[in-house]
């Protein structure tokens, strides 16, 4: 059987537990076969424990010798280096969010479109067990057409105190970017897809610029802070749909929560724990599932969607301009929010306004 020859680019934490040890139950179809971090010692250990042969300091001289090349770098270099292995030929999965801008993202697309390769953005909530069922559950017509949805991806108190998280010119943002793309990728998918045409945002920082941190997961410097570590948004879209998001890596709440609800014009769905409710029989009846197929992480299947994309035995789940989709909100999100007004997008131009 041919096997895809993969190379990655970046040795962080999200290669390292998320990326290789998925891939690496592929092995029949893929071969991980070098890596590339500027950080030579780092990529080199991570390659030593994975039995990763080929080590790069250039990620240029890694493409000519690959089919697929991986990114997991910090967001500011999504598109440079995405471009780049398109244009040596090769496939790419990139790690969310797509790129920082929207102008970055379409220059991704273009790349992709004139190498003929696949290009898809590792938004892997869409392989979820729960999202999979939703989406079988909304082909099949049960709700109807979701008109309202509505999301919480909300953490009480875990900053990432790691890595480069909260660098704004490496990130682009914080809690919005980095986590509540996520479910903002999710409620698009399933809601069919809709052309955003008004946003408007908030975002904060409040509680990681205090003085007193209590943080669950690790320290950060709050004098520096300079990202969102709350925010919220409203979304309006052509077919008249609208989305409602709040997504937090720290905020004064209960707990954790992760919620996608959608209202359709013939029932409604939540996904975790996953219910189906409708009117009917004179009776408002909810009714959970007992048992949904599938394994409680994605990270395979999302690793196996892309090497059989790559294969020719398959269709990326996630499309580049879906992906563009949720950077162009989550741009204007950020927009609305320093200028304090609404964003309209021109559908025609596909322009922020």
């Known amino acids: 059987m041919e096997k895809i020859k993969l190379g990655i680019v970046g040795a962080g934490g999200i290669s390292r537990d998320r990326h290789i040890p998925a891939f690496q139950k592929l092995q029949d179809k893929v071969v991980l076969y070098g890596i590339q971090d500027i950080e030579e010692l780092r990529a080199k250990d991570l390659a030593l424990k994975n039995n990763i042969e080929h080590v790069f300091t250039n990620y240029h001289d890694m493409f000519q010798e690959v089919d697929a090349v991986l990114v997991a ?44 390769k ?46 480069l998280f909260t660098n704004k010119d490496l990130q682009g943002g914080g809690g919005l970017i980095d986590y509540g793309c996520h479910l903002l990728d999710l409620a698009l ?85 996953f219910t189906l409710n409708k009117a009917k029989y004179g009776m408002l009846l909810n009714s959970e599932a007992e048992w949904i197929p599938g394994d409680e992480t994605p990270d395979v299947q999302q690793a196996e969607n892309f090497v059989d994309s790559c294969l020719g035995y398959s269709e990326p789940l996630v499309k580049p301009y879906e992906a563009l989709k949720v950077s162009k909100i989550i741009e204007a999100i950020y927009k609305s929010s320093e200028s304090g007004k609404s964003i309209h997008l021109d559908l025609k131009e596909r322009e922020i306004t």
């Not at 790129?99 to 220059?107: D, K, W």
């Not at 909304?138 to 709700?143: D, L, N, S």
């Not at 069919?192 to 997961?217: A, C, F, L, M, R």
Request: proline share 4%.
């Open 118 to 163: 696949v290009l898809s953005i590792a938004y892997h909530y869409r392989f979820m067990r729960e999202a999979q069922a939703a989406k079988v559950v909304i082909q099949q017509g049960e709700i109807g057409l979701p008109y309202v949805g509505r999301v919480q991806a909300l953490r009480r108190r875990k900053v990432p105190g790691w890595g």
């Open 189 to 273: 998918w399933l809601m069919g897809d809709p052309e955003p045409i008004e946003i408007s945002g908030t975002t904060y920082n409040y509680i990681s610029k205090g003085h007193e941190q209590v943080n669950q997961w690790g320290k950060f410097d709050s004098t520096t802070f300079d990202v969102d570590d709350h925010a919220t948004g409203y979304i309006k879209f052509a077919n008249g749909a609208s989305l409602l998001l709040e997504t937090s890596w720290a905020a004064n709440i209960r707990g954790d929560a992760n919620t996608l609800s959608l209202s359709g014009t013939d029932g409604g769905l939540d996904l975790w724990p």
């Open 73 to 116: 770098t910090p967001n500011k270099f999504h598109a440079e280096i995405t471009i780049a292995a398109l244009e040596a030929g090769c496939h790419v999965l990139c790690e969310k969010p797509m790129a920082i801008t929207t102008a970055e993202c379409e220059a991704m697309i273009e790349a992709a479109s004139k190498a003929g």
